[in-house]
């Protein structure tokens, strides 16, 4: 388990992000359309895993954008925003903000949140994935990691996607 802070107050996720070097574990996430993602069907060079609680919280909706932005211009970089909201209201976000290319996952029919240590074990947010990026390469290994350490705070944007504009070469 990982501590982390929400507004201050200590909780805990549900254990350890994945080490760099390593696999990552298999996933399966639902698109917006419902149809099952894995990463093979994301197909990339590098993915930035944007995970976040809920696209209706400032933050998440600024690293979505953020994200979505400075990617832009990255060659075979995917950034795949993922939450526990439904793909309906990933789509709703996404059409009211004007993001049309933005891959949005929901957590809502797999153990992503576990398998990769970040769902929120307790607190208010208890059951929603804590924030993290991680970047995989296009095999399935893990370049990057950042589990940040206050649910309201940003990510390191030019981290990883230094990370990711690496592991995509």
Do not use: H
Request: proline share 5%; with cysteine.
């Amino acid at each position: 388990m990982a501590q982390i802070t929400l507004k201050g107050n200590p909780v805990q996720t549900s254990g350890d992000l994945p080490a760099k070097g390593t696999a990552a574990p298999s996933f399966s996430l639902v698109a917006q359309d419902l149809s099952e993602k894995d990463l093979a069907g994301i197909g990339a060079k590098a993915t930035v895993l944007n995970v976040f609680p809920s696209v209706d919280t400032p933050t998440c909706a600024m690293s979505v954008r953020s994200f979505n932005e400075k990617a832009a211009a990255l060659n075979g970089v995917v950034i795949a925003n993922v939450s526990a909201d439904l793909p309906f209201a990933q789509k709703r976000f996404c059409g009211a903000e004007g993001i049309e290319n933005a891959i949005t996952l929901s957590t809502f029919r797999s153990s992503f949140a576990d398998d990769f240590g970040l769902r929120i074990a307790d607190g208010p947010l208890a059951g929603l994935c804590a924030r993290a990026v991680i970047v995989l390469d296009g095999s399935g290994k893990v370049a990057y990691t950042e589990l940040v350490g206050e649910i309201a705070d940003e990510p390191n944007y030019d981290a990883a996607l230094e990370a990711a504009s690496a592991a995509a070469q």
